[in-house]
């Protein structure tokens, strides 16, 4: 195994840590598992513990955005999935660079605040 020179990123993450980062249950994660078929971490077999990785998070992400802030219902997220592969990392992309920016506009706007 490789050592990893970010000591804050990790290779593998658990459901639990997963669920929290995104906001959901882990209930909800397991269920998208069998909804899309593009969303599948590694097991460790003799156990059963999932270990999602940094791609694996950045699907949890792309459903997310789909089914919960654009509203699309499952079959739906699967065909644009599907169908729109390209198109789809790029709304992720641009809804997580508007957040982004969101955050920093609340900061200025604090900061501002202090000052007035």
Avoid: C
């Amino acid at each position: 195994m490789a050592l990893n020179p970010n000591k804050n990123l990790k290779m593998y993450y658990s459901i639990k840590e997963v669920a929290a980062m995104i906001g959901v249950n882990e209930s909800l994660l397991r269920y998208w598992e069998k909804e899309f078929p593009l969303l599948r971490p590694k097991t460790v077999t003799s156990n059963n513990v999932r270990q999602y990785t940094e791609k694996d998070i950045e699907q949890i992400k792309l459903i997310y955005n789909l089914v919960k802030v654009r509203g699309f219902k499952l079959s739906a997220a699967r065909k644009y999935l599907n169908e729109n592969r390209a198109g789809a990392d790029r709304s992720n992309e641009v809804l997580d660079r508007l957040i982004s920016v969101r955050e920093e506009l609340k900061t200025l706007k604090k900061q501002l605040d202090e000052i007035v």
